[in-house]
């Protein structure tokens, strides 16, 4: 039986080139495995972080993830100069990162210096003294730059997002559009929080200052009613406050969404809130608190001055974007959830491989299914039998969990769910006592019904392995009649126990169809 969905084809959603799915791993490829470990250093105004990429190079794993609040930006409205407190934290921080990399096996780290150290009058002085010290060079980038790295960052998780990209960090505040998997127009701006801090007269001539430049930023940008994609942790605390406001049961900041009505009434919950308390709740570090209010007034302006139709956070930005860079356009062409489920069943499953005749082997129940949901049914696929060496009593819980907490790109919240809940019945036949289950209600019966079906069927099929890929048996589904058909040669019957009977029962009972098995030869 072959993958009858168009090869290659748009994938709605994504945007990109679906490519044979099935075809040869491209993380397998020498220049993909370039890509295996990366190690990036994003010196910014606020922080200073070292990011080590592994995995599949398409939708990487945070193999190394750490972060030093230096404040470098700190005073630099009246100073002109680094942060003193903030060169020497960094200066600590450049020499420990050089350390790990070495420890690591990095060849070498990218590193590259934001707003704070290109405006410093001491900036280069700075970039020196850390070569001097570690033998690291710092590429210092221009704003338009910097808007155009954080914009492949999105790309990275979006190959074929559309919109507005804002990245905000200490000192400035970026915006590109992206649009076809590239990036177009970009500006630059000083609305970093740091910054807006220091201005003098108060609330209403940050007020003023910052309607100003956002016009400016407007006028330069033209319009942008898309969705608008928000790169910086200053964002992503006001999403983290959004998310405790709302009751929002699924804490994954990547690809939450937002509204400008959400928008307007989390600013008004912060601003009447204790900044203290609400940190703790949201886990916001005491350096980024202090400038989320500055954040909250930027972010403010920004949706009424471009009305986006939707907001979407991404925890994919700069560093990303220098990962980004290094691809070649065939891998930056691939799907990252598929490359990601492709990689962990490549790494994880007692089968690799399986993933593909089990597609293929179920998809007749999902002859009509959309491009989306056929895509997230391949995932499933490869990630059914990722999770076998956890505890029996456990498998379905961890399938769940990992399926909406796992770092996966391109996946809606709502499409964590439905693999969550179809890989928890690809061990469980009942979803209740889970003690996810807050989480259903993120999607709607119906789905979780379409979600149940799946992973009997992965259920079911799992039990027909066989070394023989070609040697699989045939499902036929007849939705007008209500019949499972299952054709198993004479080699096949075997297989077909009594509890692979009552799993292809389950299958057929939760579809409301009959069971028919029939013996063929082939």
């Not at 994938?11 to 075809?23: I, K, N, R, S, Y």
């Not at 190690?39 to 750490?66: K, L």
């Not at 338009?144 to 990275?156: F, K, N």
């Not at 703790?280 to 949706?303: F, H, K, Q, T």
Request: hydrophobic content about 40%.
């Amino acid at each position: 039986m072959t993958d009858p969905t168009p090869q290659p084809a748009t994938v709605p959603e994504t945007g990109v080139a679906d490519l044979g799915m099935f075809g040869k791993p491209l993380f397998q490829d020498p220049g993909a495995r370039a890509l295996r470990r990366v190690g990036v250093v994003d010196v910014g105004s606020n922080s200073v972080r070292m990011v080590v990429f592994d995995g599949a190079a398409r939708s990487p794993a945070y193999f190394y993830n750490e972060k030093i609040m230096c404040a470098l930006g700190s005073g630099m409205a009246d100073t002109g100069h680094l942060s003193p407190e903030g060169r020497v934290r960094a200066l600590s921080a450049m020499r420990r990162f050089k350390k790990l990399a070495e420890g690591m096996g990095l060849s070498e780290l990218t590193v590259v210096a934001t707003a704070a150290v290109r405006d410093a009058k001491d900036g280069r002085a700075f970039c020196e003294e850390v070569r001097a010290e570690t033998g690291l060079r710092i590429w210092v980038i221009d704003g338009e730059e910097e808007a155009r790295l954080s914009a492949q960052g999105v790309l990275l998780g979006w190959p074929g997002a559309y919109g507005l990209v804002c990245d905000i960090g200490g000192s400035s505040l970026e915006l590109a559009e992206i649009s076809g998997g590239r990036v177009g127009r970009r500006v630059t701006s000083s609305l970093g929080p740091l910054k807006l801090r220091d201005i003098k007269g108060g609330a209403k001539a940050r007020e003023a200052h910052i309607k100003e430049t956002m016009n400016g930023l407007a006028d330069k940008m033209g319009s942008q009613r898309d969705r608008l994609f928000l790169v910086g942790g200053s964002w992503r605390a006001i999403a983290r406050i959004d998310m405790i406001r709302r009751g929002y049961p699924l804490h994954v900041l990547h690809e939450y969404r937002m509204t400008r009505k959400s928008v307007r009434e989390t600013v008004d919950f912060i601003r009447k809130s204790d900044m203290d308390t609400l940190r703790v709740e949201a886990g916001v570090s005491s350096a980024r608190a202090i400038l989320v209010p500055y954040a909250c007034e930027v972010l403010s302006r920004l949706v009424k001055t471009f009305k986006p139709k939707d907001i979407a956070i991404s925890s994919y930005g700069i560093r990303e974007g220098m990962l980004y860079e290094q691809m070649p356009q065939r891998l930056r062409d691939r799907d990252p959830l598929i490359e990601a489920c492709r990689f962990a069943e490549d790494k994880d499953a007692r089968s690799p491989g399986f993933g593909r005749m089990l597609y293929n082997f179920i998809l007749p129940i999902y002859k009509s299914a959309s491009a989306p949901r056929k895509r997230l049914i391949k995932a499933a696929c490869l990630l059914h039998d990722v999770s076998w060496r956890a505890h029996p009593d456990y498998r379905a819980e961890v399938c769940f969990d990992n399926a909406t907490r796992a770092n996966l790109g391109g996946l809606k919240h709502s499409e964590r769910i439905f693999m969550g809940v179809a890989l928890m019945h690809r061990y469980s036949n009942k979803r209740e006592n889970i003690r996810f289950a807050d989480l259903f209600d993120m999607v709607d019966e119906q789905t979780r019904a379409e979600a149940e079906i799946l992973g009997k069927a992965l259920r079911f099929g799992a039990m027909l392995w066989m070394d023989k890929l070609e040697e699989l048996g045939e499902m036929r589904w007849y939705p007008k009649k209500k019949e499972l058909h299952l054709r198993l040669s004479p080699d096949m019957m075997p297989l077909f126990g009594e509890v692979a009977e009552a799993r292809f029962n389950s299958l057929a009972s939760s579809l409301g169809a009959q069971a028919i098995v029939k013996t063929v030869n082939r």
